[in-house]
């Protein structure tokens, strides 16, 4: 029977992706809505520690000082409305001083890079290649914090720029953790603010530049996310009523595909069982002191106590005991 859709079949990585591995995200939404999914599945996941950032400048500066463990330099902090921020990161991380906020940066950059040191994995996920630059010091900002756009330059990156500052973001990393692997994603996410027609040109951009970066290192992939979104969903009901985002159902899909490329047997096997168990903890009844009730508490907690010498589930099992009547 027709399908009536193209069905994009991502295939099976070579090098999987196990249930004691440690994998780190960083970049636009989809890396939060991946690394979440992670979190909830008990994969050891460092789920974009800097907030959203979407260009790939930005997103290697991030990695920058975490690799090295450096301090974010002074003149790139900003006040605006009595909030402390910093041009390099999201304004979700910000502070009432910038002594706080200093000290929030050291601690989310060490523990980064402490994470980095034995993670096996890396996923990347670039937004747009459309920047802006300060006036001032002519350095690309991963936000401009709604400041006056007379303070800015918006330009274009090219592929060759992209693909330099990986480069130099990917030499200290290997230095720093050899066996660790990259796998690079093109965020589905429309920015239609820079009008449709250039939206296309800046994914193309970042879509080229990954392509060139998997050519040129063997322990660096690319996941089709962004080809999934548009070409094997393709369809608005997979878009949130802004018309930009996926949906949840959208990223669910994306998800799975992700999840058969790269995890392996048993990590499939624990997702599945997992998946039970969290609808059985996100369960409410009706009448909790029920034998019918309790009958349920203690079978659950009988499929936790299995999964002990795969993950840590005391929290669950806690709370689970203390329902029991």
């Known amino acids: 029977m027709n399908p009536f859709r193209t069905t994009l079949n991502a295939g099976v990585s070579t090098h999987t992706i196990s249930l004691s591995d440690r994998i780190a995200t960083l970049g636009s939404c989809f890396a939060d809505a991946i690394g979440s999914r992670m979190s909830r599945s008990k994969m050891q996941t460092l789920a974009n520690p800097f907030g959203v950032l979407y260009n790939p400048v930005s997103m290697h500066r991030a990695l920058r000082y975490s690799i090295f463990n450096e301090t974010v330099p002074d003149h790139t902090f900003l006040t605006h409305h009595d909030v402390f921020l910093n041009y390099d990161f999201h304004s979700e991380i910000s502070a009432l001083s910038k002594t706080v906020l200093q000290h929030q940066l050291i601690n989310t950059i060490g523990a980064t890079h402490h994470f980095l040191k ?24 991963a936000n401009c914090h709604k400041q006056p756009a007379s303070q800015f ?79 094997d969903l393709r369809d608005y009901r997979f878009y949130k009523s802004d018309m930009l985002h996926p ?26 069982r997992w998946k039970g168990i969290q609808q059985a903890l996100h369960h409410k009844p009706f009448h ?17 106590e299995e999964l002990k010498s795969w993950v840590n589930v005391d929290e669950e099992i806690a709370t689970l005991r203390s329902q029991l009547q």
Not at 118 to 141: F, K, N, S
Not at 203 to 212: D, E, F, Q
Request: proline share 3%.
């Open 288 to 304: 909790p002191a029920s034998a019918a009730h309790q009958k349920f508490l203690r079978d659950t907690l009988q499929k936790l």
């Open 118 to 141: 034995d993670a096996q994995w890396l996923l990347l996920t670039y937004g747009t290649a459309w920047v802006y630059e300060r006036a001032d010091t002519g350095e690309i900002v």
């Open 247 to 272: 949906t949840e159902q959208a990223e669910d899909y994306i998800w799975e595909q992700f999840a058969a490329r790269y995890f392996d047997v048993r990590l499939k096997d624990f997702i599945e």
């Open 153 to 231: 330059r918006k330009s274009l990156l090219s592929h060759n720029q992209i693909v330099a500052s990986f480069e130099e973001m990917y030499t200290g990393l290997k230095a720093l953790n050899p066996a660790i692997r990259i796998i690079l994603t093109v965020s589905p996410v429309r920015h239609i603010k820079d009008t449709l027609e250039l939206n296309s040109v800046s994914k193309s951009i970042l879509r080229v530049a990954c392509h060139t970066l998997q050519e040129a290192y063997l322990d660096v992939v690319y996941f089709p996310a962004y080809e999934i979104q548009l070409d």
